[in-house]
Structures are given as C-alpha cells and as structure tokens.
C-alpha cells in the first residue's frame, strides 16, 4: 500500500513562497506518477501539476509560471514550489499517486489511485 503525507503548508502574505513536499512510502516511488492538486470551499478538487514516471510535467493554466513540481526519488519525496502567491491559491493542497499505465487525463483526479490527506495553504492580501 502506497502512503503519502503532505507538509510544508502554512500562511503566507501575496507576494510569498512555499515549498510543499508529500513523502511516500509502500511503493516503488520511481514507477509512479506524483501530481498535486487542490479544493478550495465550496470548489471542486482541480488539477494543479503532476510528474510522471518518464519526467514529463504538466501544469494547470492557473499556476503556470508560477509552480514548479520536482521529484527526488532517492527521497521518495515529490515538492511543489509555489512562488508570487495569490489569494485564489488559498486551498488543501494535495499530493496524489498513480502507478505507469495509459493516463488518458493527467488533470483528472480519478486517474488516480492514492491520496495524501492534505496540507492547508492560505495567502492573505
């Protein structure tokens, strides 16, 4: 079973940075997908990046440019780097895994298997 465990959330002004990581463990780290996503109240869960197997990484338009996703497979740790924070990205990030196999939707959150249980990020004005 795999486990993953976000950290690295917290408070910070528009402007800020944060550096997010999800930790797993259970699973052969460097065979799965790693994507990040987030919920905001009353908002469905979207898509924020993912980092695939083969090192291919895709990004939703609204972090673009802003986001940086990363992996250090002999950590087993995956980071999301978020800089010039906005108040919209005020959400529970999420850290998400799916083993290799044919991903029709890297952006769907039902592509995946294994979900962490969040870490809160908030940006103030």
């Known amino acids: 079973q795999v486990q993953l465990v976000e950290s690295g959330g917290g408070l910070v002004q528009t402007g800020g940075s944060l550096r997010l990581s999800c930790a797993a463990s259970g699973g052969t780290f460097s065979s799965y997908a790693m994507a990040w996503f987030r919920q905001a109240p009353g908002k469905e869960r979207e898509f924020v990046a993912v980092?695939?197997?083969?090192?291919?990484?895709y990004y939703a338009d609204s972090v673009k440019g802003r986001c940086t996703i990363s992996r250090d497979n002999a950590k087993t740790t995956v980071y999301l780097q978020m800089d010039s924070l906005k108040p919209e990205d005020t959400a529970v990030y999420y850290c998400?895994?799916?083993?290799?196999?044919?991903?029709?939707?890297?952006?769907?959150?039902?592509?995946?298997?294994?979900w962490g249980q969040g870490t809160q990020v908030t940006v103030s004005s």
């Open positions: 998400a895994a799916v083993r290799k196999r044919s991903i029709s939707s890297w952006y769907s959150a039902n592509e995946y298997d294994y």
């Open positions: 980092s695939s197997w083969s090192g291919y990484t």
